[in-house]
Nanobody, 120 residues
Framework: QVQLVESGGGLVQPGGSLRLSCEAS????????MGWYRQAPGKERELVAV???????TYAESVKGRFTISRDNAKNTTYLQMNNLKPEDTAVYYC??????????????WGQGTQVTVQS
């Protein structure tokens, strides 16, 4: 079983910055894709950014140039640096991790979510 612990959310003014962290723990062979999703009230969960094991990153158009995803494989941790935050970035942010459990076995896990609120 894989556990994900998120941290770093909070309240920030427009134009401000936050850094989210997500650490994976448990029993697994390796971590494949790590990513961040978000869900605003009344909306569906959407992809924010993902990063592969080779550190290739993909971003939603709405956050390109403002958010940066990274990972520290030694710490089984992914980070989401969010700059120039806008009110429309307000949402619960969820970490998502795909782990390799063995030959032909993979698992996808979700974090508990962390609230990000951007307002004056």
């Amino acid at each position: 079983q894989v556990q994900l612990v998120e941290s770093g959310g909070g309240l920030v003014q427009p134009g401000g910055s936050l850094r989210l962290s997500c650490e994976a723990s448990g029993i697994f062979f390796s971590i494949n894709i790590m990513g961040w999703y978000r869900q605003a009230p009344g909306k569906e969960r959407e992809l924010v950014a993902v990063i592969t094991g080779g550190s290739i990153a993909t971003y939603a158009e709405s956050v390109k140039g403002r958010f940066t995803i990274s990972r520290d494989n030694a710490k089984n941790t992914t980070y989401l640096q969010m700059n120039n935050l806008k009110p429309e970035d307000t949402a619960v942010y969820y970490c998502n991790v795909e782990t390799k459990l063995g030959v032909g076995r993979r698992a996808t896990s979700w974090g508990q979510g962390t609230q990000v609120t951007v307002q004056s």
